[in-house]
C-alpha cells in the first residue's frame, strides 16, 4: 500500500511538473523568442564555429578540426546545411597577418559570436521572471553580459574539444577489445551515445546556470539539463527525418540550406527554452526559490482590469510600488 500511494505521488509530482512546464513555456512567449534566437544565431554561427575551430586545433591542428566539426555539423544538419556553415565559415576566417591585424579579428569574430548568447540570455530571464536592474549601470551589465557570452563562446570550444577526444578514446579502446569481446560494435555505439549525452548535458547545464540572472547552483539545473538534452538528441532526429521527407531545401532555391539552418535551430530554441521552464518548475516544485543576481531584479507579470489601467498615472509612488488586485502569473 505504501509502494501504491509513493507510485501515484510520484507520477502526480512530475505530471505537474511537466503540465506547469509547458503552461510557462507557452505563457513566456517561447515561440517567438525561438524566432529571435534563430535569427541571431544565422550571424552568429559562423564566428562560433571558427572560435571553436581555433580552440580545437591549438591541440589537434587546424585541419583535423575543422573537419571534425563540420562531420559533426554534418550528422547534425545534414549535408547542405553543413556545406552552406562550412563556407560562411571560410570566407569569415581570419586572413590578416601580424599580431595587431590577428587580434582585431579575433576580437570582431568573439563579438559577433556572443551577439546569440546576450539574446539567449534575455529570452532566460524571461523565463526565470527576472530582469537586468534599472538602477545599475547599463553599460557596466553590458560588459558583463558579452564577458559571460564570451565565456560560454569558449566553454563550447573546450567541451567539444574534450567529446572529441574522449571520443577517440573510447572508439580506440572497443577496436582493441573487438576481438575477444562479443558484441563490441554495438557496445560502441552506446558508449558513443552515452558520451553525446554527458556532453550535451554538461554543456545545458553551464547554460542554465551562467547566463540567467538568477542565483543557482548546478544541483538545480542538471536535471533540468538532462531533460534538455535527452528531448534535444531526439528532436535532432526527428527534425532531421523531417527535413529528409521533405522539400523544404528544393521550395527555397538558392536560400534553402539557409532556412534549413533557420529551421534547425528554431526547433533548437524551442527544446532550449522549455528546459529551462522544465528546470524553472522543477526547482519550485522541491521547495526552492529564485533570487536574482546583484544587478537584477525579479518581474512580476499581471493581469490588470480596464479600471487600473485608465488610472491616474500620477497616483503612483514609482513603478513597482503599488500593490495591485490584479491576476497574478507565473
Known amino acids: 500500500m505504501a509502494l501504491y ?15 506547469d512546464s509547458v503552461k510557462l513555456w507557452l505563457d513566456r512567449n517561447a515561440f517567438s523568442y525561438a524566432g529571435s534566437l534563430a535569427f541571431y544565431t544565422l550571424f552568429s554561427l559562423a564566428p562560433t564555429v571558427i572560435i571553436a575551430v581555433t580552440v580545437v586545433g591549438l591541440w589537434l591542428g587546424e585541419d583535423a578540426a575543422r573537419g571534425e566539426i563540420v562531420n559533426r555539423l554534418q550528422d547534425t544538419l545534414g549535408p547542405s546545411a553543413a556545406s552552406a556553415i562550412e ?12 599580431i595587431l591585424p590577428t587580434v582585431a579579428g579575433f576580437v570582431t569574430l568573439l563579438i559577433g559570436a556572443t551577439t546569440v548568447f546576450g539574446q539567449m540570455q534575455f529570452s532566460l530571464n524571461t523565463i526565470w521572471g527576472v530582469a537586468p536592474n534599472p538602477d ?26 574534450v567529446s572529441l577526444i574522449l571520443g577517440v578514446i573510447v572508439q580506440a579502446t572497443f577496436s582493441y577489445a573487438g ?55 531526439l528532436g535532432r532526429n526527428a527534425i532531421a527525418a523531417y527535413l529528409a521527407h521533405t522539400a523544404t531545401a528544393s521550395t527555397y532555391g538558392a536560400a534553402g540550406s539557409v532556412v534549413l539552418v533557420l529551421l ?20 519550485l516544485a522541491k521547495g526552492g526559490s529564485i533570487i536574482p543576481r546583484n544587478t537584477a531584479v525579479a518581474v512580476r507579470h499581471e493581469v490588470i482590469t480596464k479600471e487600473e489601467a485608465s488610472h491616474d498615472p500620477s497616483d503612483d509612488q514609482g513603478l513597482g510600488e503599488r500593490e495591485s488586485p490584479g491576476r497574478q502569473l507565473p
Not at 527544446?271 to 522543477?282: K, N
Request: net charge positive; with cysteine.
Open 179 to 233: 576481438d575477444w569481446v562479443p558484441g563490441s560494435v554495438f557496445l560502441l555505439e552506446i558508449a558513443q551515445f552515452a558520451l553525446s549525452i554527458v556532453v550535451i548535458t554538461l554543456f545545458f547545464a553551464a547554460i542554465f546556470k551562467v547566463l540567467p540572472d538568477v542565483v543557482l547552483s548546478y544541483r538545480d539545473v542538471l536535471l533540468g539539463a538532462l531533460v534538455t538534452a535527452l528531448l534535444f538528441i
Open 87 to 98: 563556407s560562411a565559415v571560410a570566407q569569415s576566417s581570419i586572413q590578416a597577418s601580424g
Open 136 to 161: 545599475r549601470n547599463s553599460i557596466f551589465l553590458f560588459a558583463k553580459k558579452r564577458l559571460l557570452s564570451m565565456a560560454v563562446v569558449l566553454a563550447i570550444g573546450f567541451v567539444l574539444l
Open 5 to 19: 500511494s509513493k507510485a501515484v505521488f510520484f507520477c502526480k509530482y512530475w505530471f505537474a511538473v511537466v503540465r
Open 264 to 283: 534547425w535551430v528554431y526547433y533548437s530554441s524551442l527544446i532550449l527554452l522549455f528546459g529551462a521552464a522544465f528546470t524553472r518548475t522543477h526547482v
